[in-house]
Nanobody, 126 residues
Framework: QVQLVESGGGLVQAGGSLRLSCAAS????????MGWFRQAPGKEREFVAA????????SFADSMGGRFDISRDNAKNTAYLQMNSLKPEDTAVYSCAALWTIGEYAEKRSDKYTYWGQGTQVTVSS
């Protein structure tokens, strides 16, 4: 069982930056690939970024345009999403998710993830 708690969301002006954190419970954080997803009102959940269990492999949604970065600190049981050059269209609830894996891969599909956080709101004003 893994519990995930996101933090770091808030209101930011367009062009600004935010760093989201995802704190995980348990002692086996390094056995989980981590993903970030977002859902805007009236839209489906979409993939943002993912990172493998050791951090050696990452993947990003093409639509992020290289503005986001994902990282993790296994010693702190925490994953991060650094968001730069934010746009109003980035406004959404951002959620982190965990997937127990054996291999080193960064999963993009939300239906593969087992554990989810409650989400944190990110609002970008124009």
């Amino acid at each position: 069982q893994v519990q995930l708690v996101e933090s770091g969301g808030g209101l930011v002006q367009a062009g600004g930056s935010l760093r989201l954190s995802c704190a995980a419970s348990g002692r086996t954080f390094s056995s989980y690939a981590m993903g970030w997803f977002r859902q805007a009102p009236g839209k489906e959940r979409e993939f943002v970024a993912a990172i493998s269990r050791s951090g050696g492999s990452v993947s990003f949604a093409d639509s992020m345009g290289g503005r986001f970065d994902i990282s993790r600190d296994n010693a702190k049981n925490t994953a991060y999403l650094q968001m730069n050059s934010l746009k109003p269209e980035d406004t959404a609830v951002y959620s982190c998710a965990a997937l127990w894996t054996i291999g080193e891969y960064a999963e993009k599909r939300s239906d593969k993830y087992t554990y989810w956080g409650q989400g944190t709101q990110v609002t970008v004003s124009s």
